[in-house]
């Protein structure tokens, strides 16, 4: 219909302008869309231009995007409405052919397809990219083969200029002899992160551009991420890689490991900070809220200005509004988890709990694997928890179980039952389950029952012999406050002058400076430090008592 094709045409053209692709000179910047030849606009037709494009005596009216040079640099295919954009995928190729174009745009002016013809098939994109950033992926070439064949061994990350020793046990014994002075501050590839990359490389050489790794708290993500990194802008199939976390401190932490490792080759940025050279660094650090505040990842990116995106714990990338960020970006993705979500693991699609037919679709979308590309809930890499302890990697952890009655029958199917009296003096009861624990029910006792047994059960500091440092995780701002009260009581009675109300601080976002207390603490300086043995470097606060701040990282 002329009207719908009409209506794709003028849709089409408002995206390319916000795109900063011009149909006319603008001062100085000459026009950068051609149409066919025999086809010619007057700044007065751009709303209307379209009718029946697609019955023209030479069919389809393409768009042929130009470079700063003037030079061909995209061909797009224009469909009506009511067509698909794939329909036209090899009259497309055929005409990129003919104009020694790399890039494609496929659009019925709703739905919109980026085709790189060197790297694969097309990738559906919601914003038309930039001249610039057209400009700048064209300047990589792909070369999945350099990066199959890269050779990744335990020095592959260095800290620092370090010594000739190939491994780290090497160093280790070296470090062991008696007078040895280490000046150098090295950092090895363990096993287990080798084989990671070794995986994605074969993940690769079987045509993936997704992958996951499951890998448990504690054992080197963002190290193994960095290798990673240093793989792809390497090995030339990127040039700029976007890493997105989903906390403030979780960004630095991440800037501060990529630029100790790879600052002698490439540079590092936290956007918020650089916003105006984010473009002249290799690698680019962001949380996600940051790119979803007011569009900006929409206003301010191409998505083409990233080759490889990487998201930092993966699970939560992909959910609510997050995932309209991860989606934006094409090219590579790699996802680090822990704790990756499986929707489809126990779901029915023939017989599926709710009655919504959109269920299926929404599980898919939540499931981390499918997400990343891992089918059968395989991801590209996984190491475990018991792998790390068996390894000797980690440490298993100790359970205590500490119970007053409350706790027990709030664990119960009944719940916790009261009598209370209503407003109109009857007497009822009511029934606390345990996610209502500190949010609708109150109990002082067994809040200090809790902290009465991490004080008799926590690790001592094998040097000084207090307290060793620890995280306690309240249900509530509220509740932090008051265990974090509870402990510092508690403190005094058992070191009498030491902590004077230094022992437990509470770590959430309605204390100013929160953010500085995580680094602090993680530096050995939170409200200062040394208070066994003066020349020992250690926090003086011993427990952390937050809500969400400090769960990863």
Known sequence: MPEKEATARIKINKLLEAAGWRFFADGNAPANIRLEPSVTIKSSDLDTLGNNFEKTAKGCIDFLLLDAKGFPLIVLEAKSEDKNPLAGKEQARKYARSQNC???????????????????????????????SVAGCQKVTPNPQRLIEEQVAGDYIVLTQRPNYQSEAAWRNEAERPGYIRTNKLRFLRPYQLKAIHDLQQAVKDGKDRFLFEMATGTGKTLTAAAVIKLFL?????????????????????????????????????????????????????????????????????PT???????????????????????????????????????????????????????????????TYRTFGCENSLPTFRYSLLDGVKECYLINPTVVDARTEITTELLSEEGFVVSVTDDTGEDQQEAFKQREFEKRFFADATNRLFCKTFLENALRDPVSGEMG???????????????????????????????????????????????????????????????????????KARVCVTVGMMTTG
């Open 305 to 367: 200005d990233f080759d490889l995106v990487i998201s930092d714990e993966a699970h939560r990338s992909i959910g609510g509004n997050a995932r309209a960020v991860f989606d934006y970006f094409i090219g590579y993705k790699l996802g680090l988890t822990a704790t990756p979500r499986d929707y489809l693991k126990r779901f029915n699609s023939t017989n599926p709990s709710t009655r919504d037919p959109r269920e299926a679709e929404r599980r898919l979308l939540l499931d």
């Open 102 to 132: 790399r890039f494609i745009i496929l659009s019925n002016g709703n739905l919109h397809y980026l085709w790189d013809l060197e790297r694969g098939n097309p990738c559906i994109i919601t914003s038309f990219p930039t001249p610039g």
């Open 234 to 302: 390497r090995s030339g199939n990127a040039r700029r890689v976007l890493f997105l976390v989903d906390r403030l401190e979780l960004e630095d932490q991440a800037r501060k490991t990529f630029a100790a490792l790879l600052s002698a080759d490439f540079k590092t940025v936290i956007y918020k900070e650089n916003r105006d050279d984010w473009q002249r660094a290799e690698i680019v650090v962001t949380t996600v809220q940051s790119l979803l505040f007011n569009n900006k990842y929409q206003r301010l990116f191409s």
């Open 469 to 539: 440092k620890s995280v306690i995780f309240a249900v509530s701002q509220s509740h932090a406050a008051k265990l974090s009260h509870i402990l510092n009581l508690m403190a005094d009675r058992m070191f009498p002058g030491k902590y004077r109300s230094d022992f437990a601080v509470q770590v959430t976002s309605q204390v100013p400076d929160a953010q500085q207390f995580t680094i602090n603490f993680a530096n050995n300086n939170l409200l200062g430090s040394a208070n066994f043995l003066p020349a020992y470097k250690t926090s």
